[in-house]
């Protein structure tokens, strides 16, 4: 077990010391909800169609819009193992004593810390925005929490795919055709009522729905989440168990 850790750190310490070594990566990701909330959130804020209880329309959406970051950004993390398997590293590793699971969940710790990253950039924009953002620690923690786990779900869901595709040319195209529909089949910008029911039903099933109802919960002033707490992060870490075993199985077909 204790091996296990040591591996696993070794794997975020060698992605975390990647990603100070380039930060503008964390900085032009931080573009996207920048954009979302100062220009589509302000516009749909004048829009009274859309149900959201005492929550200006601004409000509700800055989580949906955090979680959109998570995703977006997470989504194509496995497009780095893939350049990192046509280098090499990847056979590297495969070939070291250290556990598969280990690897894998290396990365996703480490994708983890750079959502918090992320999670801090769409806060400032969010303060200059005037959202009403809750400031108490068991809040925060919260939003922390489920910013990593949100960050580790589709980190290794983005590392199975490229495990089944293994090239970045279609890795490329099925990550930009999964990202919109994720997106947009969650509560992230309107209620779930809203929906059809075919698109609920498939809402029901997609663990962004259960970020975004953690984030809009414990992230708002007077904001209301669907499910109790404990009950979206049950969610959201079976997900990450199941995807974790999945990739863990399919990490050294990679290298093939």
């Known amino acids: ?7 696993s750190a070794a794997v975020v310490d060698a992605e975390v010391r990647k990603l100070m070594r380039d930060p503008t990566e964390l900085l032009s990701r931080a573009v996207q909800p920048v954009l979302w909330l100062a220009v589509f959130g302000q516009v749909f804020s004048q829009v009274r169609g859309i149900p959201t209880g005492n929550l200006r329309y601004l409000d509700y959406m800055a989580p949906g819009i955090l979680a959109q970051s998570i995703l977006f950004s ?11 398997r ?3 590293i990847v056979h590297k590793l495969l070939v070291t004593p250290a556990h598969r699971s280990a ?3 290396g990365k996703a710790v480490a994708a983890g810390l750079r959502g918090l990253v992320q999670a801090a950039v769409v806060y400032l924009v969010a303060i200059a925005l005037e959202v009403n953002i809750r400031w108490e620690l068991l809040p925060m923690l919260t939003v922390a929490s489920g ?8 980190s290794t869901f983005s590392l199975l795919i490229a495990c089944i595709v293994k090239t970045r040319e279609r890795f490329m195209g099925i990550g930009q055709v999964l990202t919109m529909p994720l997106f947009f089949a969650s ?4 209620p779930l009522d809203l929906m059809p029911a075919w698109l609920k039903a498939i ?3 997609n663990p962004l729905t259960y970020l975004v109802d953690v984030l809009r919960g414990a992230m708002i002033v007077g904001g209301k989440s669907l499910h109790a707490s ?8 079976l997900v990450f168990a199941v995807m974790l075993a999945l990739a863990s199985r399919l990490y050294p077909g990679l290298a093939r």
């Open 103 to 105: 690897l894998v969940l």
């Open 86 to 88: 046509d280098l090499g």
């Open 187 to 190: 509560n992230a910008l309107y």
């Open 230 to 237: 404990s009950t979206s992060f049950g969610v959201m870490l």
């Open 147 to 154: 910013v990593f786990i949100g960050s580790c779900i589709f």
């Open 1 to 7: 077990m204790l091996n296990f850790i040591y591996e």
């Open 74 to 84: 997470a989504i194509f993390y496995g497009i780095a193992v893939i350049w990192e």
């Open 203 to 205: 809402a029901v099933f």
